[in-house]
Nanobody, 124 residues
Framework: QVQLVESGGGLVQAGGSLRLSCATS????????MGWFRQAPGKDREFVAA????????YYGDSVKGRFTVSRDNAKNTVYLQMNSLKPEDTAVYYC?????????????????WGQGTQVTVSS
């Protein structure tokens, strides 16, 4: 059974940092991109970042460039999202997901596997 399990969310003050983790199991995601999305109440799911398991190529949404960093630990089958300089508008449920190669990374419906999400709340 394929599982993606996020952790690391919580409450933080504006300007603070959090690191989210996404532990994967149940299959090998070689060649896949691992993406991070977020969804705030009443809003569409928004692309945050993505990274390729193999060569580590990364992509970021415009709203998080320069503040968030995605990385991976292949030995632990885990992907991370380091979030710095957090703002209240970063408040959302954050999801990790996996998409096979050849699909547009910013489109949530392209992703085949999803985690359950972790809440991030940034207070002003």
């Amino acid at each position: 059974q394929v599982q993606l399990v996020e952790s690391g969310g919580g409450l933080v003050q504006a300007g603070g940092s959090l690191r989210l983790s996404c532990a994967t199991s149940g299959r090998t995601f070689s060649g896949y991109f691992m993406g991070w999305f977020r969804q705030a109440p009443g809003k569409d799911r928004e692309f945050v970042a993505a990274s390729n398991w193999g060569d580590g190529i990364t992509y970021y949404g415009d709203s998080v460039k320069g503040r968030f960093t995605v990385s991976r630990d292949n030995a632990k089958n885990t992907v991370y999202l380091q979030m710095n300089s957090l703002k209240p508008e970063d408040t959302a449920v954050y999801y990790c997901a996996a998409v096979p190669p050849g699909f547009r990374l910013t489109i949530a419906s392209n992703y085949l596997y999803w985690g359950q999400g972790t809440q991030v709340t940034v207070s002003s």
